[in-house]
């Protein structure tokens, strides 16, 4: 409920970072990709797509990435739950997300494989929250 009722610092923000849009050469970041979602919104909402994706539910890997993130831009208390808020929401709504595209909407993507790839590892998520 504190969470719902601290606004939270809004600054721009990419909105659809996840570990296919982050570019590596060898184990540094090379680089970011796909902007078409920025706007302003709450880091907690980019740090949970980004942890989420890159470690799942490991939450040894997730305190320490808030840690470093910390250390760079201080986050609040609100902020930080906020974080774990966000993550249980894409959890249990990226998979709708990709079933509407694809069965209401219905969208095309190239790589089919990829899709079935993507909701099967947010149905992972999903069936470990629970």
Not at 65 to 83: M, T
Not at 116 to 129: F, P
Request: charged letters at 30%.
């Amino acid at each position: 409920r504190a969470t719902i009722d601290t606004p939270l610092p809004m600054q721009p923000c990419i909105r659809d970072i996840w570990h296919d849009h982050v570019l590596f050469v060898g184990e540094r970041v090379a680089g970011i990709v796909d902007f078409g979602a920025m706007r302003l919104d709450s880091v907690a909402g980019d740090l949970a797509r980004l942890l989420g994706s890159f470690v799942r539910d490991d939450r040894i890997r997730w305190s320490r990435a808030i840690e470093w993130y910390d250390a760079v831009r201080r986050l609040s208390d609100a902020e930080r739950q906020a974080i774990s808020v966000f993550d249980a929401a894409n959890r249990l709504l990226s998979g709708f997300s990709w079933l509407d595209w694809v069965y209401f909407q219905n969208r095309t993507f190239e790589h089919d494989d990829a899709v079935l790839a993507r909701v099967d590892k947010h149905l992972g998520r999903l069936q470990a929250a629970l």
